[in-house]
């Protein structure tokens, strides 16, 4: 049963549009919602989060947002540079307890 | 500040074998988690560590087992290793627990292990 799903495995994006990479959960006591980056050879990157009370937080040119009723939410990266190439991974969490994991999306940002 | 750090970074092992997998947790954390990450996979929780006590476990055998050690470092052993173990083992530390409300966890490199 996966309760974290990212259905595109991949995207392709223009250097300097926005990346809009998307993630979809099942579990209504999930009240945490994380974004990973994953470089190959390297472990996951914390990139940024947000509590379920919220319904958008930003971090610079990251913004996530989230719809409780779609239980949907997803990652804005604008403008998108090369070096934001790397699979993103979004994360669940309910209570603190295990982070689930999606299956996570390959960013490719092209000049 | 010093991160999470792991060891060793890859391992060849053959079926049957046992495994040692270390994790030493960013400065200040006081929980470890172990995730597999299979390929094409995103990583899935093994058990979390609190306070030197297991603190939730996912769906993974027995064989699978670990330790938190006073200064918070850990260890993930796997006994009877099998042909489908073969992945990259992540640690992550974070503070608190469910209990305390810590929700970000940073990752470790990990450990690639692979099982002939």
């Known amino acids: 049963d996966q309760q974290v799903k990212q259905n595109s495995p991949s995207l392709s994006v223009q250097e300097g549009r926005i990346s809009i990479l998307n993630c979809d959960y099942t579990?209504?006591?999930?009240?945490?919602f994380l974004w990973y980056k994953k470089y190959p050879a390297e472990g996951p990157t914390f990139l940024i989060s947000i509590s379920s009370i919220k319904d958008k937080n930003e971090d610079g040119r990251f913004t996530v947002f989230l719809n409780k009723s779609a239980k949907h939410l997803s990652l804005h990266i604008v403008p998108s540079q090369p070096g934001d190439s790397a699979v993103y991974f979004c994360a669940a969490s309910a209570n603190a307890d295990k982070l689930i994991f999606g299956t996570g999306t390959r960013l490719q940002v092209f000049p | 500040e010093t991160g999470v750090t792991q060891s060793p970074t890859h391992l060849i092992k053959t079926r049957g074998q046992q495994v040692t997998l270390r994790c030493s947790s960013q400065?200040?954390?006081?929980?470890v988690s172990w995730y597999q990450q299979a390929l094409g996979q995103g990583p899935q929780f093994i058990f979390q560590y609190y306070r030197e006590e297991e603190n939730g476990r996912g769906n993974f055998p027995p064989r699978f087992s670990g330790l938190q050690f006073p200064n918070y470092s850990s260890e993930l052993n796997v006994n009877a290793l099998e042909l489908d173990d073969s992945a990259l083992y992540l640690c992550?530390?974070?503070?608190?627990?469910?209990?305390?409300?810590?929700?970000?966890?940073?990752f470790g490199p990990g450990t690639r292990l692979t099982v002939t």
């Open positions: 400065s200040g954390h006081n929980t």
């Open positions: 992550a530390s974070s503070l608190g627990s469910s209990r305390t409300g810590g929700y970000e966890q940073y």
């Open positions: 579990n209504s006591m999930f009240d945490y």
